[in-house]
């Protein structure tokens, strides 16, 4: 169900002194592969706070495979796993330059409305973006 790659490189910056990026960072690349997601579909998280819409993260699950390194293109692929509800879940698989399965990931994020702070059902203008 729509799925989406993104290409990354690790700085060195989101590296520890083995040159291994940090475990803390893979959630930091997971919304990057979320937000292109999103912009695929033309929609972006500024409008979507605009039309008093947030998406904080519920959940977050993360299997390290093997370790990514300073320097390296890493793809992120982004995959929606069902239509969203009051919630929208991904599943990501990140991969090396030469295909390696690196990490695995899941999240679940809310529909929240901005003003009350209540959560919300997934504004229909999204919906129909999805094309499901």
């Known amino acids: ?12 910056g989101e590296t520890d002194q083995m040159g291994v990026v940090y475990h803390g960072n893979y959630a ?3 919304e990057i592969g979320r937000l292109e997601w999103l912009n695929t579909l033309g929609i972006s998280y500024k409008e979507m706070e605009a039309d008093n819409v947030m998406l904080p993260v519920v959940s977050l699950s993360l299997k390290y495979i ?41 999240t679940k994020l809310a529909f929240v409305n901005i003003k009350s702070n209540f959560p919300m059902r997934c504004p229909q203008y999204i919906l129909d973006k999805l094309h499901i």
């Open 66 to 106: 093997k370790p990514a390194s300073y320097d390296e293109i890493l793809t992120i692929s982004t995959s929606l796993l069902k239509l969203p509800t009051a919630s929208i879940e991904f599943s990501y698989e990140i991969h090396d330059s030469s295909g390696e399965l690196l990490t695995t990931a899941h």
């Open 1 to 12: 169900m729509n799925t989406h790659q993104t290409k990354i490189k690790v700085r060195y």
């Open 28 to 30: 930091q690349y997971l």
